[in-house]
């Protein structure tokens, strides 16, 4: 288990790999973000984008499920109050193969809960040519060990 003991700014996580598929990326935005160029391959064509693209909030997605299997899952992780800067650097396209990384940039206490504390890292997801395609800076409770 994970605890906020755990976590020391600097630290840095990798959280392995996922590939977007094509399949994907219209299912998401035909439930979630129905533009065209999410879901419409012939028309995503004639888009700014000149083709398909993942959704900015399935890119998210992709992050978080990495993060929940390779950090939260084996944690004593209590949620997030939130998240900040969140953004979308460059299209994701199907068939791109994304690493997710998570940087801790803070570690502190929480003020009126002693048993837990906030741990803020920027998670990032890099495509295969090292650029960021994603990130955002999070805000994660942990329980602290028991004494």
Not at 36 to 56: C, I, M, Q, Y
Not at 67 to 90: K, Q, T
Request: proline share 5%; glycine share 10%; charged share 25%.
């Amino acid at each position: 288990m994970l605890y906020l003991e755990d976590f020391h700014v600097g630290d840095v996580f990798e959280l392995g790999e996922v590939k977007v598929t094509e399949d994907e990326i219209i299912s998401f935005g035909r439930a979630y973000d129905p533009q065209v160029f999410h879901t419409d391959l012939e028309r995503a064509k004639e888009s700014s984008f000149g083709g398909l693209v993942a959704s900015g909030w399935h890119t998210a997605s992709l992050f978080m499920r990495r993060y929940v299997e390779e950090i939260l899952n084996r944690s004593a992780g209590e949620g997030s109050p939130g998240v900040d800067e969140m953004r979308f650097h460059r299209p994701v396209r199907p068939g791109d193969v994304l690493q997710a990384r998570l940087t801790v940039l803070g570690v502190a206490p929480m003020l009126g809960r002693p048993g837990s504390g906030l741990v803020r890292p920027r998670c990032e997801l890099v495509d295969g040519s090292g650029a960021v395609v994603f990130s955002m800076v999070l805000h994660s409770v942990f329980r602290r060990r028991a004494s």
